[in-house]
């Protein structure tokens, strides 16, 4: 059998050095591969299913950001339509001189792979100004799009101090359990599953859930559940009978009615919806 490599895209080709779009993607399986030597700043308001960078599962949480590094994998498998910004940049668009604070703003973001924006914190009016003056594309576009870019990494950067990253302080119960989901799910189904594992009671983790994102912990594991069904349903030539198996479920019946409980559709209509 042949060796299949990694396919390495190229979006902003030879010339470009810089370059904004709008993100909207249709439901798709995007195969894993790597940018060729640009810097990829994703931006995204609307969005559901999955997003592997290297060997790191997201699940998408929108509004939020991802900043991936030239040569970095990643791929998509998303569930909905993705709507967002991408933006995408060569070292060469700066210059190292006059531009060492722009360039220092980048190089501290780029320690973050991914962050989740608060409500309303969005930056959509910054990216709709980047955007215009690129479309417009006069003789000072370019500067006006660098101090826009400044203005939009120290908002990023801004938003770290705000809400610093956890990885520094003890990993709270919220945390254990959103990292149980992502190993455990679709395995266990019951709430009460996760807190013993937790070392728990169903009604605190149900607490703490309500606390951190106005659901509950059953919510959770449900729109976990859904989020996996519908990868595979859009993802997979699986039979509804053989993903009804692999998400654990006691029977197809069951797993139809899950289903359609929470998407209104059965399984076989989502599928036929996109791709018939």
């Known amino acids: 059998m042949k060796n299949k490599k990694i396919n390495t895209t190229n979006k902003l080709g030879e010339e470009l050095t810089f370059k904004i779009s709008r993100f909207e993607e249709p439901i798709k399986n995007v195969k894993p591969h790597k940018h060729n030597e640009y810097y990829e700043l994703i931006f995204l308001s609307e969005g559901e299913g999955f997003h592997t960078i290297e060997s790191k599962r997201y699940i998408m949480s929108t509004p939020e950001f991802y900043f991936l590094k030239p040569r970095q994998l990643h791929f998509w498998e998303t569930t909905s339509v993705s709507k967002g910004f991408i933006i995408l940049f060569k070292d060469l668009e ?29 930056p959509e009016y910054i990216l709709n ?26 908002k990023l950067l801004q ?7 956890k990885s520094n302080l003890p990993i709270s119960l919220f945390d254990k359990f959103q990292q149980l989901l992502m190993k455990e799910s679709p395995r266990l189904h019951k709430v009460n599953d996760y807190a013993n594992l937790l070392n728990t009671t169903p009604q605190n983790l149900n607490a703490i859930c309500r606390k951190q994102v106005n659901r509950n912990a059953s919510e959770m594991i449900n729109y976990q559940l859904l989020l996996e069904a519908k990868r595979y349903i859009l993802h997979t030539d699986n039979t509804i009978n053989e993903i009804t198996d692999i998400l654990y479920f006691s029977d197809t019946s069951n797993f139809i009615k899950f289903f359609k409980k929470h998407e209104g559709l059965t399984p076989i209509q989502f599928r036929e919806k996109y791709f018939h």
């Open 94 to 122: 700066f210059k190292e001189i006059i531009e060492s604070d722009l360039i220092n703003l980048y190089r501290l973001l780029s320690e973050n792979t991914r962050i989740t924006i608060p409500g309303g914190k969005y």
């Open 129 to 154: 100004d980047i955007l215009n003056e690129f479309d417009l594309n006069t003789k000072y576009s370019k500067r006006i799009i660098h101090g826009l870019l400044s203005v939009l990494l120290a």
């Open 159 to 165: 938003l770290l101090e705000i809400n610093p990253h």
